[in-house]
């Protein structure tokens, strides 16, 4: 029962006051454990004017176990799988590096800051980790044609 308690408190901090560039709702209302989250793409990033879906899933055993986090938007970005999956890879939601301290807003700025900045070292998908780092124009190019494509 706490961990309803400690989500609702979250989701409802979250709706209230959200951080910059980012709302939340119930992806359905009689489930607390599945949220629908809106990402403004960052301003001065490729992914500036898109706007991301993110499909966030708090595990019944939260906050003890990190939620999970795929975008059903797709996005040209080295930290997330460039699949029908859209699994994002943040060190913070690895089991061995989660604490249940951790609140969702702080998860949710992150993966927000991770739009502005990727981190190829710590990639799923290894060859736009390599244009990334070895050609930052082209990067920028395909992932501004992807928002334009699919983020809106």
């Known amino acids: 029962m706490g961990s309803q308690k400690r989500i609702a408190k979250e989701l409802s ?14 992806a359905d209302e009689s489930d607390i454990y599945k949220w ?3 990402m403004e793409g960052p301003e001065g990033s490729p ?14 055993a939260y906050p003890f176990k990190p939620p999970t986090i795929s975008f059903g938007t797709k996005i040209y970005h080295p930290n997330v799988t460039n699949d029908d999956k859209g699994s994002m890879c943040l060190g913070m939601l690895k ?16 993966a927000r800051q991770l739009l502005s900045e990727p981190m190829p070292d710590d990639a799923v998908e290894g060859r736009i980790a390599e244009q990334y780092k070895n ?3 082209k990067f920028n190019e395909i992932a501004a044609e992807w928002t334009k494509q699919y983020a809106h």
Do not use: A, C, H, M
């Open 13 to 26: 901090e979250l709706v209230e006051s959200p951080p910059p560039g980012i709302k939340v709702e119930l």
């Open 135 to 137: 050609d930052r124009s």
């Open 36 to 38: 629908k989250v809106y």
């Open 47 to 60: 992914y500036q004017g898109g706007t991301f879906l993110i499909n966030l899933t708090l595990p019944s």
């Open 95 to 110: 089991s061995d590096e989660w604490k249940p301290s951790s609140r969702i807003s702080s998860v949710l700025e992150f």
